[in-house]
């Protein structure tokens, strides 16, 4: 009689168990983007004053937040959003880009007074000086004015409004802001 080693066959897999790892691989991806992400974010979705106490230190902003004529109930837009304002300024056959790469922007909140003199310009004549403003610097030529002279321009610096978001002053090849 001859005896054969019964083969025991392995045991069969679930289907949900692969399905079950690739989960989990997803949610340590997620939770590990999201942590690499979060301070980014935090600072993308700062709004003026908190930019301002940034810029400027903490005693020194919240004197200056006390003197802006502002309503009760200002909304200030956060600085994702005015950096997104001043990037659509950029010309649009020099400042084109290839591929999924914005230029870049970097931006500080300052009052009126103190951002015109960064980019060396006076402030308008019936302008508060203490209005709340974003000072933008974009890494891209900015639009050319068609009645004016062309710009060779590589960088523009706009003023740009904290409140209402629109632009106050634009100083082509100006680099206010330096990231």
Not at 25 to 52: C, D, E, K, M, S
Not at 55 to 77: C, D, K, N, S
Not at 86 to 107: D, E, N, Q, W, Y
Request: hydrophobic share 45%.
């Amino acid at each position: 009689m001859v005896h054969a080693h019964a083969q025991q066959l392995p045991a069969a897999r679930s289907r949900a168990e692969p399905a079950r790892v690739l989960t989990l691989f997803a949610i340590v991806a997620i939770g590990l983007t999201a942590v690499g992400l979060g301070p980014g974010n935090a600072h993308a979705n700062q709004t003026y004053p908190a930019a301002l106490a940034a810029t400027v230190g903490p005693q020194a902003a919240a004197a200056l937040v006390a003197r802006i004529p502002a309503p009760l109930g200002t909304h200030y837009l956060p600085r994702k959003q005015v950096e997104r304002i001043a990037k659509a300024r950029i010309g649009k056959l020099r400042g084109l880009r290839i591929g999924p790469f914005a230029p870049g922007a970097t931006s500080e909140a300052l009052p009126l007074s103190q951002a015109e003199s960064l980019i060396g310009h006076p402030a308008p004549p019936a302008a508060d000086p203490a209005t709340p403003a974003w000072v933008v610097t974009v890494d891209a030529p900015p639009q050319a004015d068609i009645l004016g002279e062309p710009t060779t321009a590589k960088v523009f610096t706009d003023v740009i409004d904290a409140v209402s978001g629109a632009v106050i002053d634009s100083c082509p090849g100006c680099r206010s802001v330096t990231g």
